[in-house]
């Protein structure tokens, strides 16, 4: 099949996070190879109540050359019907629809069950979580409802496609690694990023040692497990700190009275609030390496995030990470419990970072848009 025509079905600007960032550079990689590519967005992605950040949109303005149509409103029936009849008369080649949460199940899977009626459309999800981090009632008919109403997906972890195996056993489906998030700019020195974060007010250093957790503060993401680790009179010896950046998805104070029962609050650089796209680049490039204490993980944004910047990682060992991020060559893995985590600190800094750069540059060249692309072609 000759496809010529693309809808992304997913968030897109003005919408905010790595979803969004996620489609908008899918979106570039299809009109690089001469696709017509649009994204279908949300109108309406979580009621307020629903949304543990601080705010749903971005500040920064629109991509340029993208076309961002914010139609699909995710609690209301009648908006599915509508904007699945107007796909259902569009005939794009191919629709690729991203699936992250079960909420999203009967919006998505209406919209797609009424594209279908066209005998037309290839539908490919990629499913960024089958199972979800945090259960929730409904979960397994909502995703079941989904999957039903797709020809073909892409996963981004084991982990994932066995999941997803569990629910859906016959239709085809593929693993590719996640892409590069090459859109926040190219790397630049240490220093000069280090210069640019005391420039907004946080007191890094040129010698420090500094350790990165980035991106929205879950449970599931283990920072506890960090904080603990820097609590290990081992890291205070080597005047170790850690840099937290990324927005509270949760209740902060559990995190702020646990700082203060360890007494670490002197080794943490804190900026818990949204990370804009535009400065990004300056929180990778700022630090030593890249943290990610995960208790549990399907796939992870961060890790091909700090693959285009070049910083090693210390991963947990569960889920996806470790396929990820091959042990004692491009990071190191451990085991998601405080000891083993400052022991992997430790031992990244006896390594030092120029031991994980050979490994980094050459794996990195594995994370392609063009073969993701590649790969939605050949399920459609």
């Known amino acids: 099949m000759t496809a010529r025509t693309v809808v992304i079905i997913g968030p897109g600007h003005p919408l905010r996070g790595g979803l969004a960032s996620f489609n908008q550079r899918l979106a570039n990689a299809f009109i690089s190879e001469g696709y017509d590519c649009k994204i279908y967005s949300f109108s309406l992605q979580y009621p307020e109540f629903m949304f543990p950040g601080t705010t749903q949109y971005s500040s920064e303005p629109a991509p340029e050359g993208l076309t961002i149509l914010s139609r699909i409103n995710s609690i209301n029936p009648l908006n599915w019907l509508s904007v699945g009849n107007e796909l259902r008369r569009m005939r794009?080649?191919?629709?690729?629809?991203?699936?992250?949460?079960?909420?999203?199940?009967?919006?998505?899977?209406?919209?797609?069950?009424?594209?279908?009626?066209?005998?037309?459309?290839?539908?490919?999800?990629?499913?960024?979580?089958?199972?979800?981090?945090?259960?929730?009632?409904?979960?397994?008919?909502?995703?079941?409802?989904?999957?039903?109403?797709?020809?073909?997906?892409?996963?981004?972890?084991?982990?994932?496609?066995?999941?997803?195996?569990?629910?859906?056993?016959?239709?085809?489906?593929?693993?590719?690694?996640?892409?590069?998030?090459?859109n926040f700019g190219e790397p630049i020195p240490k220093a000069a990023a280090r210069a640019i974060l005391r420039a907004r007010g946080i007191p890094i250093g040129d010698s420090d040692r500094i350790l990165l957790f980035f991106g929205f503060i879950r449970k599931y993401k283990g920072l506890d497990i960090a904080l603990e680790a820097m609590a290990d009179p081992r890291i205070r010896d080597h005047g170790i700190r850690l840099m937290v950046a990324g927005e509270f998805y949760e209740d902060a104070a559990p995190y702020q009275e646990q700082i203060d029962r360890l007494g670490v609050r002197d080794l943490l650089l804190l900026r818990t609030d949204f990370i804009p796209d535009s400065e990004v680049r300056d929180y990778l490039c700022a630090a030593d390496a890249v943290i990610q204490p995960y208790k549990n993980a399907t796939q992870s944004g961060v890790t091909p995030l700090a693959y285009h910047f070049e910083k090693p990682m210390i991963v947990s060992n569960v889920g996806g990470l470790p396929d990820l991020v091959p042990h004692e060559q491009v990071g190191l893995v451990a085991e998601p419990e405080p000891t083993a985590m400052a022991d992997a600190i430790l031992r990244y800094y006896t390594l030092g970072e120029s031991f994980f750069l050979p490994a980094l540059r050459s794996e990195k060249e594995k994370y392609s848009w063009a073969r993701l692309v590649q790969t939605i072609l050949e399920l459609c």
């Open 92 to 182: 794009p080649d191919i629709i690729v629809v991203r699936y992250w949460l079960p909420l999203m199940g009967p919006a998505l899977g209406t919209i797609l069950r009424r594209v279908r009626k066209n005998r037309h459309t290839r539908i490919i999800a990629i499913t960024d979580n089958v199972i979800p981090h945090e259960k929730r009632p409904g979960d397994k008919p909502f995703t079941r409802y989904f999957l039903k109403a797709c020809d073909a997906y892409i996963t981004m972890s084991e982990k994932v496609m066995k999941d997803l195996r569990s629910f859906e056993t016959t239709k085809p489906a593929r693993q590719v690694l996640h892409p590069l998030y090459d």
